[in-house]
């Protein structure tokens, strides 16, 4: 893993490096960029991958204890990210986490060749569905993020609705969700970070305003969307795609949200597609 230092703190990363077109891929809350380790085994033979891991529960550097965690705040961050490793014409690609749209809808996103959204919040839905609106409620209680985690010790517990079990049809490897889920366990400065980012979603009206944004991204877009998914509702992936002006979508059958683990090879190939080589 290699290190960014940005004004919020430090950020690690992975760079496969080469000189291919350059992809970068986000992941949502308490998981870090090993969600992409399929799809970066697909890519790399062509394209430059670069992973950063988001303060979003699964880092294990803290924040610093002012930095702004609230959605538009972390993608402020990923601007700025894109900004110090001097990354242009990106192809930005999320998964679960919706955040980047702010990067559009704030006039940042000019490092942005093109986007990739795939089954991932958007309108109304912060926080995402019956998982999302669980953690929601540990946030607001104190201890309650402590609580709800220490429970994903107990590996059944991972395959509940409220917890993991609608984010991928297939149960995610017990020793990747270990690793997401390490840093929440072991550490109080972590647990504050994430509590600071689900406390900091904005009103309605606000996330209405980053969606109508996107009728202004005249870049390539591509929005790839679990056809059985039950956090982020389908008829959201083609919305986005009618919005977007240059937009097209891809519906993935037999997977959840977590693509990049239930299906990583149609998505690789929908990404390899989408992205030209010269």
């Not at 077109?21 to 399929?38: E, I, K, Q, T, Y």
């Not at 072991?186 to 600071?196: E, M, N």
């Not at 009103?203 to 877009?221: M, N, S």
Request: aromatic share 6%.
């Amino acid at each position: 893993m290699t290190e960014a230092a940005l004004s919020a703190g430090v950020v690690e990363y992975e760079d496969t490096g080469g000189d291919g077109p350059v992809v970068v891929l986000l992941h949502g809350v308490a998981m870090n960029g090993s969600l992409w380790r399929h799809v970066v085994a697909g890519l790399r033979p062509h394209y430059r991958c670069v992973v950063p891991t988001l303060p979003l529960g699964a880092h294990r550097r803290p924040m610093r204890p002012d930095a702004d965690l609230t959605v538009p705040g972390v993608a402020h961050m990923v601007a700025e990210f894109l900004e110090v490793l001097d990354l242009g014409d990106v192809t930005l690609v999320m998964n679960d986490w919706g955040g980047a749209q702010a990067l559009v809808a704030d006039g940042r996103d000019e490092r942005i060749g093109r986007l990739v959204i795939t089954s991932c919040e958007a309108f109304d839905n912060y926080p995402p569905g019956l998982p999302g609106r669980n953690l929601l409620v540990a946030a607001k209680v104190p201890g309650g993020l402590r609580l709800a985690f220490a429970v994903l010790k107990l590996k059944p517990m991972r395959r509940l609705p409220v917890t993991w079990g609608w984010m991928s049809k297939r149960p995610v490897p017990h020793e990747v969700m270990d690793a997401w889920f390490r840093p929440l366990w072991t550490s109080a400065a972590i647990r504050r970070d994430l509590r600071a980012y689900v406390l900091g979603v904005p009103p309605g009206d606000e996330l209405v305003r980053w969606a109508d944004a996107l009728r202004t991204f005249d870049r390539p877009a591509l929005v790839v969307w679990a056809s059985e998914d039950r956090v982020m509702p389908p008829a959201h992936g083609r919305r986005l795609a009618e919005m977007l002006p240059r937009g097209e979508l891809v519906e993935i059958a037999d997977s959840f949200t977590l693509i990049p683990e239930d299906q990583p090879q149609r998505l690789s190939e929908a990404i390899r597609a989408f992205v030209p080589l010269s």
